[in-house]
């Protein structure tokens, strides 16, 4: 994709802004700023408008009016703009995740080391009932190989406040760990896709 700087070279933009004062926004923030505003049918204060004109990216507005469309530059402009914003924000949330990667607690990997690898798995189509059935056998099995003879919490991870099930990690012993790490896990992909989420 191209970048709003070979549409629209910094020298130029610096050129046409002249002495305009927006106060902490930069040159190139004003431009991109207006041709978002327009893209979705907003305007632009006078000063702004002479620039985008100046530009070639919107065309010029009726006399006394501050409507205006995008030409074809302003559109492939306007592209350009949404692209490097996505590429940034991805960028960002793509740092998050490595970040959080080297900062997981010393417990959640020490109990992925004793737990071992998973992998992904899925059932047979099956009726809510036969699914049921399954998982007590899951159930019974896990109690045998643990001794458990008393009644266990079935742990998971949940829909925040809904009590729909994520997942379901089991009644053994690391089930509850192992149940808290995949919670933490997902809501750090969940936050990371919040990122540049529309509103």
């Known amino acids: 994709m191209i970048a709003p700087h070979e549409i629209i070279s910094d020298e130029e933009i610096i050129r ?5 004062n927006f106060g902490d926004m930069s040159p190139r923030e004003v431009v991109n700023d207006g041709v978002r505003k327009y893209a979705i049918g907003y305007t632009g204060g006078h ?3 002479c620039i985008l004109i100046e530009h070639g990216l919107i065309t010029k507005p009726k006399p006394g009016k501050y409507s205006s469309n995008l030409t074809q530059k302003g559109k492939r402009y306007a592209r350009a ?3 490097a914003q996505h590429d940034a924000l991805s960028a960002h949330a793509a740092a998050e995740v490595a970040k959080a990667r080297l900062t997981f607690p010393d417990d959640v990997l020490a109990l992925a080391r004793r737990v071992g690898r998973g ?8 009726t809510a ?10 159930v019974e099995k ?17 829909i925040d406040g809904t009590g729909i099930v994520i997942c379901h990690t089991g009644t053994s012993p690391n089930s509850p760990e192992i149940a ?4 933490g896990l997902w809501n750090m992909i969940y936050d990371a896709a919040q990122i540049g989420a529309k509103p």
Not at 16 to 20: E, L, T
Not at 119 to 126: F, H, L, R, S, Y
Not at 180 to 183: D, E, M, Q, W
Request: glycine fraction near 8%.
């Open 142 to 158: 896990t109690a045998a190989h643990f001794g458990q003879t008393e009644p266990q919490p079935m742990n998971g991870v949940y």
């Open 119 to 126: 992998e992904w798995g899925q059932t047979d189509p099956k």
């Open 16 to 20: 046409v802004h002249g002495h305009a």
């Open 129 to 138: 009932a036969e699914h049921a059935a399954d998982m007590a056998l899951t």
């Open 47 to 49: 000063t702004q408008l």
């Open 81 to 83: 703009v949404s692209a």
């Open 180 to 183: 808290r790490a995949l919670t």
